[in-house]
């Protein structure tokens, strides 16, 4: 083969090699392409689904704040709320404050005769109307005797028309309201009697079987005390721990074991420590049922592994260099960590904390295993009164059948989500605030 024959072969073998590169580069352009959209395509898709859970509950919950009010005016008859007639608590406490709402609430419609026609008008207004109005004689008794007009909360069926959800093109049968009941509903609404306001009680109120009445401030002070057992317990533990394993064991085999066994408790099921709390701590040791103590106990053996890693995290982001400065003055490995590593690894560790207790607040399973599912109607005052949370009383809500608890559910799981935001930030702050980089 001549010099020509073969420059010419040599010629198009790197024509030949040019164009599959070049096919090879486009194959890959359009392959890197098509991976780029698929993340779009992904982080779309769940910014998607994120905002119809969020307009969903936002939808459903909304309402929530607001509650239906109907003015009566009262007239304390003292024959009906005072029958011992010395105005005294023990004879307020006899007194038929229902029957004085009854009766207010009667005058507006004179002519509803017959004991059904009665009936249907009187479940318009609340059981807790009665209540609000021995309140306030109790609070004032010169009002035995005088009039005011108050204004007391409408049932959940009322509430629930007022807000649209009952209407008359539903069929009269199978809606709660009858069409006599709407009527009276549309002349109050006429008299400037019946008005929707800021729901008050939805955040000063326990929890109760009526769904007007019921409330989430006993959930959030369940909640509150429930944290307050599970930071003092799991932060000063997670953090030495962390310290102990990160500066001062020794790397053999146990401890490698606890590592392991760190990293793989962090992973295990959440109910897995509400059965360990339930046979320990009320089994075995005896504390009460549905108490926050329990509760923040086994919220502080879920929340550990978490904080002990994200604190060893902030450990090992200080340099070396800090280590051996201090030593090199003088310092002892005590007063390095002391002193130094741990007020620079600080806000790592918070960061850990406050994110392990958006976690322990957001938790059902474990406390539904150590009793705090029970239906509790006062406020706790303390870590061992009967007590439930924040997410639980949204399961329990969830299971009730009243339409009304659908609107308190998802208005519990926005403050609950308003709650996990601010902590979320809080640690996002923390972060960007005190972070140092090396």
């Not at 509950?57 to 005016?73: E, H, N, P, V, W």
């Not at 401890?255 to 089994?283: H, K, R, Y």
């Not at 009730?400 to 989500?417: D, H, K, N, Q």
């Amino acid at each position: 083969m001549n010099s020509l024959t073969r420059r010419s072969v040599s010629n198009r073998t790197a024509q030949e090699t040019t164009a599959l590169v070049q096919r090879t580069i486009k194959r890959r352009r359009r392959a890197e392409s098509r991976f780029r959209w698929y993340g779009r395509a992904a982080v779309f898709i769940g910014i998607f689904f994120v905002m119809m859970l969020f307009y969903s509950i936002i939808s459903k919950g909304y309402s929530a704040f607001r509650q239906t009010y109907i003015g009566l005016d009262v007239t304390y008859d003292a024959a009906l709320i005072d029958p011992q007639g010395n105005g005294s608590a023990q004879s307020l406490g006899q007194g038929d404050f229902q029957a004085a709402a009854k009766a207010a609430l009667r005058t507006q419609f004179p002519t509803v005769e017959g004991r059904p026609n009665l009936k249907q008008l009187n479940v318009l207004v609340s059981d807790d109307a009665g209540y609000e109005l021995q309140r306030r004689v109790v609070a004032d008794p010169r009002l035995i005797g005088k009039s005011e007009r108050v204004w007391v909360l409408a049932r959940d069926n009322t509430d629930m028309a007022m807000k649209g959800h009952i209407t008359r093109q539903e069929s009269e049968d199978g809606r709660p309201l009858s069409n006599q009941q709407l009527d009276w509903i549309d002349a109050l609404k006429a008299k400037g009697l019946i008005q929707l306001r800021f729901n008050t009680g939805f955040f000063t109120h326990g929890d109760s079987r009526e769904p007007e009445q019921a409330g989430i401030w006993g959930a959030v002070a369940g909640s509150f005390f429930t944290l307050i057992i599970t930071l003092l317990l799991s932060f000063p533990i997670g953090v030495s721990a962390a310290i102990y394993l990160e500066e001062f064991a020794k790397r053999n085999r146990w401890t490698d074991l606890i590592e392991v066994n760190i990293n793989n408790l962090a992973a295990v099921p959440s109910i897995v420590f509400g059965l360990l709390g339930l046979a320990v701590f009320i089994n075995i040791i005896g504390l009460p049922r549905s108490a926050p103590l329990v509760g923040g106990l086994v919220l502080t053996l879920m929340t550990l592994p978490t904080i002990i890693i994200a604190s060893r995290a902030a450990i090992k982001a200080v340099p070396p260099s800090i280590r051996e400065a201090a030593l090199g003055i003088g310092a002892s490995p005590v007063q390095v960590v002391t002193h130094h590593v741990f007020p620079l690894a600080m806000p790592g560790m918070l960061t850990g904390t406050i994110i392990g207790m958006a976690r322990a607040l957001g938790e059902t399973a474990p406390l539904l295993m150590i009793g705090m599912v029970a239906f509790i109607v006062n406020v706790p005052n303390g870590f061992t009164d009967p007590a439930t949370a924040l997410p639980v009383q949204v399961y329990l809500w969830a299971d009730s059948p009243e339409r009304a608890f659908v609107e308190r559910t998802s208005g519990a799981i926005m403050v609950l989500l308003a709650f996990l935001l601010l902590m979320n930030g809080a640690a996002v702050f923390l972060r960007q605030r005190f972070e140092r980089r090396w």
